[in-house]
């Protein structure tokens, strides 16, 4: 039997000094105050030098994405951009043989190649039919007409929105009433 209380001995792995640290001074913090409340400030630093370096890391990936998705965004608009580029090449070499037909026909093709293109990615084009809007359009003149007062009468500049935000008014002209 004196065998069996060796062998036991033998089988006990060696004790980690960290984990006996530890283990004293929670032996010392049960009988002193004092050093309870630093064991605990001392974990409650650890967890919060943890929670600060998951954070950096976090905001750090966030960074990342964020300038990975925009790179995407612009190489996906560029790429789509391209063929309305080589039209509006096509259009000026026929601009410089001098043929004014194909240069006319040239221009209304990159027109409509590049309206169809912002289409496609959201753009629409502000309406200016009608009364004012002060949240979709930018009133640059108030003229006298024979229009009811604070109707539209000329536009100046198309306006655009992109989704639900307008990228940019609508410049118009709007009636001041009766001459």
């Given at each position: ?11 006990e792995?060696?004790?980690?000094p960290?984990?006996?640290e530890?283990a004293?001074?929670e032996?010392a913090?049960?009988?002193?105050p004092?050093?309870?409340l630093a ?15 998951e954070?950096?890391?976090y905001?750090?990936?966030?960074d ?5 998705l925009?790179?995407?965004a612009?190489?996906?608009l ?7 580029l080589d039209d509006?090449e096509r259009a000026l070499?026929a601009a ?14 990159v027109?409509r ?6 289409g496609?990615?959201?753009l629409?084009?502000?309406a ?5 809007d002060p ?8 003229q ?16 655009y929105t992109?989704?639900d935000r307008v990228?940019?008014p609508?410049r118009v002209?709007v009636s001041?009433?009766?001459r």
């Amino acid at each position: 039997m004196t065998g069996d209380v060796g062998s036991t001995e033998s089988r006990e792995s060696p004790r980690d000094p960290q984990v006996e640290e530890v283990a004293a001074a929670e032996e010392a913090a049960a009988s002193d105050p004092l050093a309870e409340l630093a064991l605990q400030r001392d974990e409650y630093l650890d967890a919060l030098q943890r929670l600060k370096a998951e954070f950096d890391n976090y905001r750090k990936r966030v960074d990342r994405e964020r300038i990975e998705l925009m790179t995407r965004a612009n190489e996906r608009l560029v790429g789509e951009l391209l063929p309305v580029l080589d039209d509006l090449e096509r259009a000026l070499e026929a601009a410089t043989a001098h043929e004014e037909a194909k240069l006319e026909e040239g221009v209304a093709l990159v027109h409509r190649a590049l309206a169809d293109l912002l289409g496609r990615n959201g753009l629409t084009e502000i309406a200016t039919d009608g009364a004012f809007d002060p949240h979709t359009q930018e009133a640059l003149l108030a003229q006298p007409s024979e229009a009811e007062e604070g109707t539209v009468i000329q536009v100046l500049q198309k306006g655009y929105t992109l989704g639900d935000r307008v990228l940019r008014p609508a410049r118009v002209v709007v009636s001041a009433g009766g001459r």
